[in-house]
């Protein structure tokens, strides 16, 4: 059964069907190796803590989970079902009423011939667009303003916690007004056995903001292993990505993930916001972070550069190496 697993879905390295291995072994044995898996970091945003926390978490995993934040669970409720509502039109309907500025896509994600079993709504975000065109971007606008304020509050509890000054020096390149963010909904229709939703990557951009619904899916790698995510409607999960890691010089790493899809599963509806900084913003290490003698690895370069190179190379490229001093 495992073997026939491992072979339904197309893998490149051994190293994810080593993981893939350790999805599904984990899939039949859930209790026994949640056990051994360790927590995936919570912050509790209104607690004194949650700045020493979220820079703990950035620095282990990459990754945490937020509770206690402040958005609307209507305005979230609202946009869901807006989208479920447009995942589930009939192929050609969806494919001829795409809610522009939105693009549309279906099981290739990028240009370089990934694929994943998903379709997905991706648009740019610009934080003046007050004027919209139509229903669906109207509301996708309402959630995505509180959700850059609340990755703005996060990135100034992590600058707290890094005693960084001034305290916006990450917050103002997502509030900046030329800030090259994004959006998208990934659905994932239910599938009939274990396949991959969306292949291992880390987001290019600052930070990442996901909420999903009660499916599951979501794994991100720790130290060689992939641990599951358990979905929470009610919170938010923040990446660090690869623009942070450069920013901090490897002090927070970008974490990598993917989503697998397995039996019985219900539709997974992600929606994410990526906070990426003006485009001709310099991505280099901030200075106050380096000690003494400390060097940058990578060469300096502009968002635009680094998006520009991002797009040429598929999903699990090391996205930096091109920009590292020395070549590995
Ligand atoms: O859909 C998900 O849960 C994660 C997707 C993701 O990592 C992405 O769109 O960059
Ligand atoms: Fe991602």
Redesign the pocket.
Known sequence: MLHILLTEISVSSIRSQVSLFLTTFQATTMVAFNDNFPCIPVVDLSQNSASSLIVEACESFGFFQVKNHDISTDIITTLEAKAFAFFELPQSAKEKDVPRPFCYNTNSIGRRGDTGC?E?LLTSVSNSDNIHSNDFLTLANIYISPIRKMACQILELMADGLKLEPRNVLSRLLSDDKSDSRF?I?Y?PPCAGMEL??GE?T?PQII?V?R?NAAS??QILKDGIWIPVPPDPSSFYI?VDDCLQVMTNGRFKSVK???ILSENWKQ?L?M?Y?GGPPLSAKIAPISSLMKDEEESPYKEFTWSEFTTSVANTRLDFDRLSPFLKSPN
């Open positions: 998903l997905y998208r990934n994932y939703g969306f990557h987001d990442s996901l999903s899916g979501l990446n993930h993917k989503v997974r992600s994410i990526f």
